[in-house]
């Protein structure tokens, strides 16, 4: 199977989930822009967790793995925790409808 990525190329699935960073290979790490407080971390997480269930369901060739952007945050970073609470809690939300 062709993936999302072969198709499209990096730079457009970096424009569907720009909140992701990828290599030439696939996936990198999280892009994450600066908040407020983790509050407002969270907020933006809900949003991005939303987004990427729109892409998934859009394009289910999209290859990299939930599990390999889990992974990816950066959990020592201030507020990254609430870009990946909001980020889960978002997906969790659309899988159980």
Same mark, same amino acid.
């Given at each position: 199977?062709?993936?999302?990525?072969?198709?499209?190329?990096?730079?457009?699935?970096? /424009?569907?989930?720009?909140?992701?960073?990828?290599?030439?290979?696939?996936?990198? %790490?999280?892009? #994450? =822009? &600066?908040?407020?407080?983790?509050?407002?971390?969270?907020?933006?997480?809900?949003?991005? /967790?939303?987004?990427?269930?729109?892409?998934?369901?859009?394009?289910?060739?999209? %290859?990299?793995? #939930? =599990? &390999?952007?889990?992974?990816?945050?950066?959990?020592?970073?201030?507020?990254?925790?609430?870009?990946?609470?909001?980020?889960?809690?978002?997906?969790?939300?659309?899988?159980?409808?």
């Amino acid at each position: 199977m062709i993936s999302l990525e072969q198709m499209k190329g990096i730079k457009q699935i970096e /424009g569907l989930l720009p909140f992701l960073k990828f290599y030439d290979k696939g996936f990198c %790490a999280w892009c #994450l =822009s &600066d908040a407020n407080d983790y509050r407002s971390a969270e907020n933006v997480g809900l949003v991005m /967790g939303e987004r990427y269930v729109d892409v998934v369901r859009k394009h289910p060739e999209f %290859a990299v793995q #939930l =599990s &390999d952007i889990l992974l990816g945050i950066n959990l020592e970073e201030p507020n990254n925790l609430g870009y990946f609470i909001g980020f889960s809690r978002s997906i969790d939300k659309q899988i159980r409808g």
